[in-house]
């Protein structure tokens, strides 16, 4: 039988994408999703992927969201940590509530999902996670220090589910992209994006979702059982770790 793969913020931007390979690999996917109903609902009647509205941010809304995907369409075997946002700006200049945003969405949500999947994952003896993180947690980023924290955060999260759930068929990995072309690079000034950020990328252009949605499908294969703790960078070339 099909496994479940849920993936958070699967309706838009690189979810989107990896919402949709995963399907093309034979998953049943669940997409959720935190408010906007309109991109959700086009992407439910383009890709037919049910759609589920919980904020990654809150835990009880998480175990309501997980226990409603698996009363529809079974246990959730794969999970795809990618819901995020930013909230830049200079340390000197960044209030809490940005800074609280920030690592509520990005950071807590992978608590908050991983653990509403993992007694289950245990329990049958088979789970593969996979958390979006970013170049920038890796490397850092002027006016990022919230995202910075949030993405380098989920990597040692990784890490340390990675062990725990070694002997349990269960591996969790991260996927580090350098930037891709969705809304929230195209939120950056164009002005900032040719003088500073293309020249600084190797293969010279931006990333495509589905080129991070293919990181996923690798990672998630009953077959890739011996990759676990890893993060994988894709961001052309910019950053070597
Ligand atoms: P988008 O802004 O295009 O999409 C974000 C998705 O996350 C949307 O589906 C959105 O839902 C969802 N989301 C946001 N907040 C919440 C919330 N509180 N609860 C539930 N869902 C929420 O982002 P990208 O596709 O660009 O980014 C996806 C991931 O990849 C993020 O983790 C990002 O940090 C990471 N990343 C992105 C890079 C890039 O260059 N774009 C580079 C490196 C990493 P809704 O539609 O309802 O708003």
New binding site residues.
């Given amino acids: 039988m099909a496994r479940t793969a849920l993936v958070?913020?699967?309706?838009?931007?690189?979810?989107?994408a990896i919402s949709i390979a995963l399907k093309d690999a034979g998953y049943t996917v669940a997409a959720?999703?935190?408010?906007?109903d309109e991109?959700?609902n086009a992407f439910k009647e383009k890709t037919g992927i049910p759609v589920y509205?919980?904020?990654?941010?809150d835990f009880e809304a998480c175990a309501a969201g997980v226990a409603a995907v698996e009363a529809d369409l079974g246990p959730i075997e794969v999970l795809v940590n990618?819901?995020?946002?930013?909230r830049d700006g200079m340390l000197h200049k960044t209030g809490l509530e940005n800074w609280q945003a920030v690592i509520r969405?990005?950071l807590d949500?992978v608590f908050n999902l991983t653990r509403n999947v993992i007694e289950g994952m245990r329990a049958r003896g088979f789970g593969r996670i996979v958390t979006?993180?970013?170049?920038?947690g890796q490397q850092g980023q002027m006016g990022q220090t919230n995202?910075a924290a949030a993405?380098a955060g989920v990597i040692g999260f990784t890490k340390a589910v990675a062990l725990e759930g070694a002997f349990k068929g269960i591996t969790a990995n991260v996927i580090?992209?350098?930037?891709?072309?969705?809304?929230?690079?195209r939120a950056v000034p164009e002005e900032v994006l040719k003088t500073q950020i293309l020249p600084r990328i190797p293969v010279g252009r931006?990333?495509e979702?589905e080129e991070?949605a293919r990181c996923v499908v690798f990672l998630t294969a009953d077959e890739a059982g011996f990759i676990t703790g890893s993060t994988l960078t894709a961001n052309g070339g910019q950053y070597m770790v």
Avoid at 8 to 16: D, F, H, P, V
Avoid at 32 to 36: E, F, M, P, V
């Fill in positions: 958070t913020g699967g309706t838009r931007g690189i979810g989107e959720n999703y935190g408010g906007n991109a959700a509205k919980f904020d990654v941010g990618n819901a995020g946002i930013t969405t990005n949500s979006i993180s970013s170049i920038n995202y993405k580090a992209p350098g930037y891709v072309g969705t809304e929230m690079v931006l990333a979702p991070v």
